[in-house]
């Protein structure tokens, strides 16, 4: 007898998925196969997930930036990530030329039904300095040293001796032996970026960081499941196209292991004001990260506030599975500027 004449056909979907995706955890901890790390589609709005190099990067003397992704609800549980930073210039040595910053960096993420969680702590620090006397060349380098811990929850997850002759029957056993649900790790990365400000309507940069240097552990069962290095490149512009229209064209290139991801676009921003010390302006964006989603974005400045959404659309074979659904993204970026400078001034921030 077929197993949907005994059990309604929604349910024996939501079992089979949830079987599969434990499946999947569950050869990932035993192979050996390296997790992908969080990721934004706004990465131009999470600073120090994208690059250590951007720690105080920016024109003003404190910043706090909030991120929060939830995506796939249509598949099982969907998985939520929040990111939360803060980052300041500090006054090392007032008489250089380099500017210094410190940064705080907190991620949670959490995924299916099984809770598979990554919470991360990290510090950073930067150095920025302005090349040459014109002062419109900027090099910033920064690194990353973070905590790790892994957790995964296998109460909710299901198992094939669960099945029996007359159904599925949550509350039987299963055989299976697992040795831990809880692994953590240290972390370090480091970066670069380069910029060029011709003036506030012209802004060119570039970056490139490593991630996982030390290569640790993530694997539950001590399966020596090293994390491979993620190299990243990003790229990003910001000049005007009209009076009050300005132009922001990004690309960003992942690569880990076997896994690569590109993701690329643009956004328009209208400047409502041209008043000093008024910063109001709209923003709308289409992006594309590849052979997975296509992204709309939008987003306003008000004055020392930056608020951002996307949706993310899927384009890969997921979209079967999902509806289409992707995900949605929040961030809120927040700079508070006093009127005396530290050190050198930093460029308008271009992330």
């Given at each position: 007898?077929?197993?949907?004449?005994?059990?309604?056909?929604?349910?024996?979907?939501?079992?089979?998925?949830?079987?599969?995706?434990?499946?999947?955890?569950?050869?990932?901890?035993?192979?050996?196969?390296?997790?992908?790390?969080?990721?934004?589609?706004?990465?131009?709005?999470?600073?120090?997930?994208?690059?250590?190099?951007?720690?105080?990067?920016?024109?003003?003397?404190?910043?706090?930036?909030?991120?929060?992704?939830?995506?796939?609800?249509?598949?099982?549980?969907?998985?939520?990530?929040?990111?939360?930073?803060?980052?300041?210039?500090?006054?090392?040595?007032?008489?250089?030329?380099?500017?210094?910053?410190?940064?705080?960096?907190?991620?949670?993420?959490?995924?299916?039904?099984?809770?598979?969680?990554?919470?991360?702590?990290?510090?950073?620090?930067?150095?920025?300095?302005?090349?040459g006397r014109d002062s419109i060349h900027f090099?910033?380098?920064?690194?990353?040293?973070?905590?790790?811990?892994?957790?995964?929850?296998?109460?909710?997850?299901?198992?094939?001796?669960?099945?029996?002759?007359?159904?599925?029957?949550?509350?039987?056993?299963?055989?299976?032996?697992?040795?831990?649900?809880?692994?953590?790790?240290?972390?370090?990365?480091?970066?670069?970026?380069?910029?060029?400000?011709?003036?506030?309507?012209?802004?060119?940069?570039?970056?490139?960081?490593?991630?996982?240097?030390?290569?640790?552990?993530?694997?539950?069962?001590?399966?020596?499941?090293?994390?491979?290095?993620?190299?990243?490149?990003?790229?990003?512009?910001?000049?005007?196209?009209?009076?009050?229209?300005d132009l922001i064209p990004a690309l960003i290139?992942?690569?880990?292991?076997?896994?690569?991801?590109?993701?690329?676009?643009?956004?328009?921003?209208?400047?409502?004001?041209?008043?000093?010390?008024?910063?109001?302006?709209?923003?709308?964006?289409?992006?594309?990260?590849?052979?997975?989603?296509?992204?709309?974005?939008?987003?306003?400045?008000?004055?020392?506030?930056?608020?951002?959404?996307?949706?993310?659309?899927?384009?890969?074979?997921?979209?079967?599975?999902?509806?289409?659904?992707?995900?949605?993204?929040?961030?809120?970026?927040?700079?508070?500027?006093?009127?005396?400078?530290?050190?050198?001034?930093p460029p308008c921030p271009l992330y």
């Open positions: 007898m077929k197993l949907n004449n005994i059990y309604p056909q929604t349910v024996t979907n939501r079992i089979l998925i949830r079987f599969a995706m434990f499946c999947l955890l569950f050869l990932h901890a035993l192979t050996g196969v390296n997790a992908q790390d969080i990721h934004f589609s706004q990465f131009q709005s999470s600073p120090l997930n994208l690059n250590p190099s951007l720690t105080g990067f920016y024109n003003g003397d404190y910043r706090f930036i909030a991120n929060h992704r939830r995506q796939w609800k249509s598949v099982t549980v969907p998985y939520r990530t929040f990111s939360g930073s803060f980052d300041m210039p500090v006054n090392f040595f007032p008489e250089s030329k380099q500017r210094y910053s410190l940064g705080l960096l907190i991620n949670n993420d959490r995924a299916g039904d099984s809770e598979l969680g990554l919470t991360q702590v990290g510090i950073s620090a930067g150095a920025i300095r302005a090349l090099l910033s380098g920064g690194i990353q040293f973070s905590y790790v811990r892994r957790s995964i929850n296998y109460s909710d997850l299901t198992f094939d001796e669960q099945f029996t002759g007359d159904g599925f029957d949550p509350n039987t056993g299963n055989s299976e032996n697992f040795s831990g649900d809880n692994q953590g790790y240290f972390d370090f990365g480091a970066g670069l970026t380069y910029l060029i400000r011709v003036n506030d309507r012209f802004k060119a940069g570039a970056g490139i960081s490593l991630q996982h240097i030390n290569r640790p552990d993530d694997s539950f069962f001590d399966a020596g499941a090293k994390m491979f290095p993620r190299l990243q490149t990003d790229l990003k512009a910001d000049f005007a196209i009209a009076t009050r229209f290139f992942m690569n880990q292991g076997s896994f690569r991801e590109v993701t690329g676009g643009t956004s328009v921003r209208f400047r409502l004001s041209e008043l000093p010390g008024r910063n109001y302006a709209l923003y709308l964006g289409s992006w594309l990260r590849a052979k997975d989603a296509f992204i709309a974005s939008a987003g306003f400045d008000y004055n020392n506030l930056n608020v951002g959404v996307s949706y993310d659309f899927n384009t890969s074979d997921l979209d079967r599975a999902s509806n289409g659904k992707g995900g949605y993204e929040l961030s809120l970026i927040y700079i508070i500027r006093k009127v005396k400078h530290l050190g050198i001034k």
